[in-house]
C-alpha cells in the first residue's frame, strides 16, 4: 500500500524573491540549493533545503495562475505542503476510494518526479501537494 515517505517542501508564494530572501536566506542563515524556472506552473522557484525537506519560495511569472491569485488576495503566504509519497498512483486512487476531493485526478509528470494537489475542502483548508520522486 502506498506510503507517505516526508515532508518534501513547503511553498511560500512571494511577490518579490530578493525581498523575501532577506529573511529566509540572511537572517536565518539558510543556504540556496539552485533557482528554478518552472514554465509549466509559470514560476520562478527557489530551493531552500532544510534538513532533508525543502522551504521553496514560488515567485509566479504570469498573472494567471494560482499563485499570482493568491499573491494578490492574501499578499503571498504559505501557499502549500507537498508530502512525499512511493506510489504517487496508487494513493490517489487510495484517497479518491476515501471521498478525498483531488484536484488533479491522475497525477503530472514533470522532470524527476510526478505530482497531484488534493483539494483544500478535503484537508482542512491545507492545499497538499503529493510527489512522486521517479
Ligand atoms: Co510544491
Known amino acids: 500500500m502506498a506510503k507517505i515517505k516526508k515532508i518534501n517542501h513547503v511553498a511560500i508564494a512571494v511577490s518579490d524573491i530578493e525581498n523575501a530572501l532577506v529573511f529566509w536566506r540572511d537572517a536565518l542563515g539558510l543556504s540556496v540549493d539552485h533557482v528554478e524556472n518552472v514554465p509549466s506552473q ?3 522557484v527557489v530551493f531552500i533545503p532544510v ?3 525543502e522551504i ?9 495562475t494560482g499563485v499570482a491569485k493568491f499573491i494578490e488576495d492574501k499578499g503571498g503566504g504559505m501557499h502549500h505542503l507537498c508530502l512525499e509519497v512511493d506510489d504517487i498512483e496508487e494513493m490517489l486512487t487510495i484517497l479518491k476510494s476515501r471521498g478525498v476531493r483531488l ?3 491522475t497525477a503530472l509528470e ?3 518526479r510526478k505530482m497531484a494537489f ?3 475542502k ?3 483548508g ?9
Not at 126 to 134: A, D, G, K, M, P
Open 42 to 44: 509559470k514560476s520562478e
Open 51 to 53: 534538513g532533508d525537506s
Open 56 to 64: 521553496e519560495l514560488v515567485h509566479p511569472t504570469s498573472p494567471d
Open 103 to 105: 484536484i488533479n485526478e
Open 110 to 112: 514533470l522532470p524527476g
Open 118 to 120: 488534493v483539494h483544500p
Open 122 to 124: 478535503s484537508t482542512n
Open 126 to 134: 491545507v492545499l497538499v501537494e503529493l510527489y512522486q520522486i521517479i
